[in-house]
T-cell receptor, first 115, second 112 residues
Framework: GESVGLHLPTLSVQEGDNSIINCAYS??????FIWYKQESGKGPQFIID?????DKRQGQRVTVLLNKTVKHLSLQIAATQPGDSAVYFC??????????????FGKGTHLIIQP | DTGVSQDPRHKITKRGQNVTFRCDPI?????LYWYRQTLGQGPEFLTY????????KSRLLSDRFSAERPKGSFSTLEIQRTEQGDSAMYLC??????????FGNGTRLTVT
């Protein structure tokens, strides 16, 4: 089975509120994590990444938290805007021989921003 | 726009027909990847090129699938004898490193 997954398939938040998207992983060998945003009809777009030796990383309006103890990753989006509506995927890189198939995506959470 | 370009955007075909998709990567990227994505799922790795060499193939890539990157620039993905289960979005990505994939907007295949 997949080693990366998300707790909720759909998350609905009010515009202006903060949103938190969660992701669980099971492979303790994963050493790098990436969040992607995918808008309807488009390919995934890189948002933010974090290495396993970190527990927090901040970007513009986004923060990723990594809890290696419980193998949990979250993406926090501050002051959500209509343009944040998309499907969000977490992905992990497992350093198995450094191969391209070491990048594994989870199932995705659909974030809906209510006006 | 100098991003990853995929053609066509949509393809409808009848079961048993062959289809070919094209990907034009970002020009300075030597790495090119093909992924398949079904509704509600994350992309699944299919195959990877470094320059013109196909270095990795997923076990998802059956013998009906073939990919080429003849001059180390654009790539094609061909599916022979299409089946309904092949219906999906086929995504191409390019990069200089696995950590920095740039995805195209995909080709959506519908097999009827």
């Amino acid at each position: 089975g997949e080693s990366v997954g998300l707790h909720l398939p759909t998350l609905s938040v009010q515009e202006g509120d903060n949103s938190i998207i969660n992701c669980a992983y099971s492979n303790s060998a994963s050493d790098y994590f990436i969040w992607y945003k995918q808008e309807s009809g488009k390919g995934p777009q890189f948002i933010i990444d974090i290495r396993s030796n970190m527990d927090k990383r901040q970007g513009q309006r986004v923060t990723v938290l990594l809890n290696k103890t419980v193998k949990h990753l979250s993406l926090q989006i501050a002051a959500t805007q209509p343009g944040d509506s998309a499907v969000y995927f977490c992905a992990e890189i497992i350093p198995v021989g450094g191969g391209a198939d070491g990048l594994t995506f989870g199932k995705g959470t659909h974030l809906i921003i209510q006006p | 726009d100098t991003g990853v370009s995929q053609d066509p955007r949509h393809k409808i075909t009848k079961r048993g027909q062959n289809v070919t998709f094209r990907c034009d990567p970002i020009s300075e990227h030597n790495r090119l990847y093909w992924y398949r994505q079904t509704l509600g799922q994350g992309p699944e790795f299919l195959t990877y090129f470094q320059n013109e060499a196909q270095l990795e193939k997923s076990r998802l890539l059956s013998d009906r699938f073939s990919a080429e990157r003849p001059k180390g620039s654009f790539s094609t993905l061909e599916i022979q004898r299409t089946e309904q289960g092949d219906s999906a979005m086929y995504l191409c990505a390019s990069s200089t490193h696995l950590l920095t994939l740039h995805f195209g907007n995909g080709t959506r295949l519908t097999v009827t």
